[in-house]
T-cell receptor, first 110, second 114 residues
Framework: GIQVEQSPPDLILQEGANSTLRCNFS?????LQWFHQNPWGQLINLFYIPSGTKQNGRLSATTVATERYSLLYISSSQTTDSGVYFCAVALGNYGQNFVFGPGTRLSVLP | DAGVIQSPRHEVTEMGQEVTLRCKPISGHNSLFWYRQTMMRGLELLIYFNNNVPIDDSGMPEDRFSAKMPNASFSTLKIQPSEPRDSAVYFCATTRQTVQETQYFGPGTRLLVL
């Protein structure tokens, strides 16, 4: 099956710093999403981005489907950005059989 | 919109008991997914439904697990009999009918099997 890798596994930042999280996947996909799991366990969708670039406030994401990777940018990080960031990909006719990466655990220090 | 609703939020049971987890999707969402999250295996897709029909249950770990979606507003995931290795957080997520859609997750059910 498809393999999803995320890097780095852990990241510690000072509040206000910028960061880039990476997701590599082993096969062509027709669905890619980024999620944030907060310290209370809630999973929130950040981006649906099978290709191209999107921005939402301090967050932006870029997927280069032909090279099988996606990047999540966090600018001016805040303590509320702490948690685990997951990349999930799907392929197939329905594009919904998701495989999640192992996640990047982000800690933003005040 | 109330979001995806899951119940119970926490469940503690003894090995061998039957466990039933429930999910109410967002109104108008016709695809529903059950996931399991553990420290060892991360987030795993167990099964997903489209228009109440199971499309792919290849992630269901074994026959002790079963899932149903009797109507568009309700789904259950049942474990019978439960085992300690089933301890995990179980999430339900839903999307609208369109194939390429954002997934919305429920708060999860934290299950502990003693």
């Amino acid at each position: 099956g498809i393999q999803v890798e995320q890097s780095p596994p852990d990241l510690i930042l000072q509040e206000g710093a910028n960061s880039t999280l990476r997701c590599n996947f082993s096969d062509s996909v027709n669905n890619l999403q980024w999620f944030h799991q907060n310290p209370w366990g809630q999973l929130i969708n950040l981006f649906y981005i099978p290709s191209g670039t999107k921005q939402n406030g301090r967050l932006s994401a870029t997927t280069v489907a032909t090279e099988r990777y996606s990047l999540l940018y966090i600018s001016s990080s805040q303590t509320t950005d702490s948690g685990v960031y997951f990349c999930a990909v799907a392929l197939g006719n329905y594009g919904q059989n998701f495989v999640f990466g192992p996640g990047t655990r982000l800690s933003v220090l005040p | 919109d109330a979001g995806v609703i899951q119940s119970p939020r926490h469940e503690v049971t003894e090995m061998g008991q039957e466990v039933t987890l429930r999910c109410k999707p967002i109104s108008g969402h016709n695809s529903l997914f059950w996931y399991r999250q553990t420290m060892m295996r991360g987030l795993e897709l167990l099964i997903y439904f489209n228009n109440n029909v199971p499309i792919d249950d290849s992630g269901m770990p074994e026959d002790r697990f079963s899932a149903k979606m009797p109507n568009a507003s309700f789904s259950t995931l049942k474990i019978q009999p439960s085992e300690p290795r089933d301890s995990a957080v179980y999430f339900c997520a839903t999307t609208r009918q369109t194939v390429q859609e954002t997934q919305y997750f429920g708060p999860g059910t934290r299950l502990l099997v003693l």
